[in-house]
């Protein structure tokens, strides 16, 4: 896609090669992928979450041989051993379970549908015991966020509007926006409007 691009700029084939090669030495990838940055994201955490049970697993086994050492010396009865291994397994679940949510809270924070410029300044406005995961789906987490956006909109990245034009009224014409008229209050209407009168949604 590169190619085709600087050859259109009018580059020649020599000069669109030492192009690649220098992007190639910078570490400079050029991709068609949509979504590139969240999907990183998403693989980041996913990492992240593996990491987190592989170190809950090792802990918890490391527990456990503790535990039954004790009851090979004779300082645990069997009765207080069982009960032991099955607290430790219980707190790995819940710690895994936590993670789990933290994960995808994070991946969804970050997607394209909340924008979150940072994920724990966020979190830290949220009420997470409002908040539980289904599946996929966090129930909860919605209502949070567009109360967020409302009162705190500069926690989130804003999605810039791109004018292409004009219609044959002479009205702007917005062909993205996240302009959503319908969520707004009166008074917000009124204050875009009156700030972008050529604009058509």
């Known amino acids: 896609m590169i190619k085709e691009v600087l050859k259109k700029l009018g580059y020649t084939d020599e000069d669109v090669a030492k192009i690649e090669k220098e992007l190639s030495n910078e570490k400079i990838f050029i991709t068609k992928e949509e979504n590139l940055e969240e999907r990183y994201s998403k693989l980041k955490a996913q990492k992240e979450e593996l990491q987190k049970q592989l170190n809950t697993l090792t802990e918890t086994n490391a527990n456990i041989q503790n535990e039954y050492d004790n009851y090979k010396k004779g300082s645990i009865t069997q009765d207080e051993?069982?009960?032991k291994v099955k607290e430790i397994q219980d707190e790995a679940d819940k710690r895994v379970k936590q993670n789990n949510f933290d994960s995808k809270l994070a991946v969804k924070l970050m997607s394209k549908e909340i924008n979150a410029?940072?994920?724990?300044?966020?979190?830290a406005n949220l009420d997470l015991s409002k908040i539980s995961l289904d599946g996929e789906n966090f129930i909860g987490l919605d209502e949070q966020i567009n109360n967020l956006k409302e009162k705190k909109d500069y926690l989130f990245n804003k999605v810039e509007t791109v004018i292409t034009g004009n219609t044959e009224s002479n009205r702007q014409k917005v062909e993205e926006s996240n302009i959503e008229l319908d969520k707004m209050t009166y008074s917000q209407m009124c204050d875009?409007?009156?700030?972008n009168p050529n604009v058509e949604i």
Do not use: W
Request: net charge negative.
């Open 81 to 83: 051993y069982e009960a």
């Open 192 to 195: 875009y409007l009156d700030k």
């Open 117 to 123: 410029k940072d994920v724990i300044d966020i979190k």
